[in-house]
């Protein structure tokens, strides 16, 4: 039950992002479900290898590299997706990152943790 959870604010927080920035497009709602779903698999299986091999920058950056690795397997989804969900540079893929990582803080805090609690 978490999990679809997780997969349900990631793919809200997708398509909220891709309504606010031009450079950032998914095709549909569809999209948004298939790119929250690779996006969770690279999470768990490319983002630790990824953190592990950058341990010593993302130390000497207070983790703020973390933002970097969000980037790229947010870049990595775009790119096994294809034309249905597009990011038109990495500089966008960064800003993204770390628009959905506060986006889903928010949401998991001010929503789903007290629904949970009850």
């Known amino acids: ?8 604010v990631n793919t809200v927080v997708l398509i909220v ?11 549909g ?20 290898l990824l953190i592990i091999l950058t341990l010593p920058v993302t130390f000497l950056t207070l983790g703020l590299f973390l933002f970097v690795i969000n980037a790229i397997t947010l870049s990595l ?9 597009v990011i038109s540079g990495f500089g966008m893929a960064i ?9 889903n803080a928010l949401i998991q ?7 949970v609690k009850r």
């Not at 992002?17 to 497009?25: E, I, Q, R």
């Not at 989804?77 to 969900?85: E, I, K, L, N, R």
């Open 1 to 8: 039950m978490s999990w679809f959870v997780h997969l349900l």
């Open 17 to 27: 992002v891709a309504g606010f920035f031009d450079n950032f497009y998914l095709s």
């Open 29 to 48: 709602v569809m999209a948004a479900i298939i790119a929250s779903v690779l996006l969770s698999i690279f999470n768990a299986v490319v983002r630790p």
């Open 77 to 85: 989804t775009a790119w096994v997706m294809g034309d249905a969900f």
């Open 95 to 103: 800003l993204a990152a770390v628009i959905i990582s506060i986006l």
């Open 109 to 115: 805090k001010i929503i789903v943790e007290p629904m």
